[in-house]
């Protein structure tokens, strides 16, 4: 059966989250044959993402797949015998959704990604729309009973490649910053987060250890943060989407934030601290636990996790310690490349859709 064509429909809700997954999988659906468009709200987010984009031209072609600025995809036709996705239950442009019904479209509503046991009995799932058209609900997650994660299959032999060269040869190459600027030996660690982290707790915990730790911030530092005691705060340009593993792979100790980093740090088969994206009624956190069950860490790192997404200083600045303490740091070491190694084994979430949508063609 042929590779069908992709329409993937983006709203950037907040960050870079919603357009760094989008773009993600719209070339990894690329790279597998099918003819991938992608129609964004917000063209300048994409293209801090990927600096190719260009915000000023509404219809692009960028690395096989053609980006769309979203108000023109009201003059465009859905795919024919194609696949339809909604990233993140964003509502389609009228006058592109009636075409779908005379299009034999697929429509997929992709989720956000989740821990959570329910997450596999609703993997799947069809709901029937008005337009008599059903929608399936897809679900990326950590289990074969959902639709995976996002990685490309070169993945593991590309880290390997580039963690047997000398790290801070890696980091000049990355940041352009002057050797002198560059890490000495010590503990190197990634900050990335939202601007409610407790980095106070952080930077305490950081500035009293006994050898010295590198902190790189893309972009810049939050405010306030600085160089104290053994911490060394190092800011360093934003890398676009296409650098960003080579950034975590340079790290013993990745804090990252939202959905497409964290699936990132995950394959670093690194220790990393999650931020996950904060809702109201404090909902995040039950959805954090879920996550933090399936990791298995050490309770040093689940504390710490827990510290940093209740924005507790206190807490993060006690647990930091804890966790980088020599047992629980080597237990936290290989239960991340032993989860990475199980995650590598099921199939990845393009490979997966791709597989679903051809699976519902047949039995159409």
Same mark, same amino acid.
């Given at each position: 059966m042929n590779a069908p064509n992709f329409d993937i429909f983006c709203r950037v809700v907040d960050n870079?989250?919603?357009?760094?997954?989008?773009?993600?999988?719209?070339?990894?659906?690329? #790279?597998? !044959?099918? !003819?991938?468009?992608?129609?964004?709200?917000?063209?300048?987010?994409?293209?801090?993402l990927a600096p190719e984009v260009d915000?000023?031209?509404?219809?692009?072609?960028?690395?096989?797949?053609?980006?769309?600025?979203?108000?023109?995809?009201?003059?465009?036709?859905?795919?024919?015998? !194609?696949?339809?996705?909604?990233?993140?239950?964003?509502?389609?442009?009228?006058?592109?959704?009636? #075409?779908?019904? #005379?299009?034999?479209?697929?429509w997929i509503n992709l989720e956000y990604l989740s821990a959570e046991s329910w997450v596999e009995g609703c993997h799947g799932l069809p709901s029937l729309q008005a337009s008599g058209i059903p929608k399936y609900f897809f679900f990326p997650g950590f289990s074969p009973a959902t639709g995976g994660l996002l990685r490309?299959?070169?993945?593991?032999?590309?880290?390997?490649?580039?963690?047997?060269?000398?790290?801070?040869?890696?980091?000049?190459?990355?940041?352009g910053l002057p050797a002198h600027e560059l890490p000495a030996p010590g503990l190197v660690m990634l900050l990335f987060c939202y601007p409610d982290a407790p980095w106070a707790g952080l930077q305490a915990a950081l500035a009293q250890r006994d050898t010295p730790t590198w902190l790189l911030t893309p972009g810049a530092a939050p405010s306030g943060l600085c160089s104290q005691g053994s911490l060394r705060v190092l800011p360093i340009p934003f890398v676009p989407q296409a650098r960003f593993d080579e950034l975590l792979w340079c790290c013993d100790l990745n804090f990252v934030r939202g959905e497409d980093s964290l699936v990132r740090a995950l394959w670093t088969g690194s220790p990393l601290?999650?931020?996950?994206?904060?809702?109201?009624?404090?909902?995040?956190?039950?959805?954090?636990?879920?996550?933090? !069950?399936?990791?298995?860490?050490?309770?040093?790192?689940?504390?710490? #996790?827990?510290?940093?997404?209740?924005?507790?200083?206190?807490?993060v600045q006690q647990a930091l310690p804890q966790a980088l303490a020599a047992d629980a740091w080597s237990a936290w070491q290989s239960?991340?490349?032993?989860?990475?190694?199980?995650?590598?084994?099921?199939?990845d979430l393009a490979q997966n859709l791709l597989n679903f949508c051809q699976n519902r063609r047949r039995k159409s």
């Open positions: 870079y989250g919603d357009a760094g997954v989008c773009w993600r999988l719209a070339r990894q659906l690329a #790279t597998l !044959g099918c !003819g991938t468009r992608l129609w964004i709200d917000d063209l300048s987010v994409l293209a801090r915000p000023a031209h509404e219809l692009q072609s960028i690395q096989g797949v053609q980006i769309g600025a979203w108000h023109a995809a009201k003059h465009a036709q859905a795919p024919a015998q !194609g696949v339809v996705i909604e990233a993140f239950a964003c509502d389609l442009p009228p006058g592109y959704a009636d #075409t779908m019904a #005379t299009r034999d479209c697929l490309e299959g070169d993945l593991s032999i590309r880290r390997q490649q580039a963690q047997a060269q000398d790290r801070r040869t890696r980091l000049q190459a990355l940041t601290v999650w931020q996950i994206y904060r809702q109201a009624d404090d909902a995040h956190l039950d959805k954090l636990d879920a996550w933090l !069950g399936r990791a298995h860490w050490p309770a040093p790192a689940r504390a710490l #996790t827990r510290a940093w997404n209740r924005r507790d200083n206190a807490g239960r991340s490349r032993e989860w990475s190694q199980e995650l590598s084994g099921y199939a």
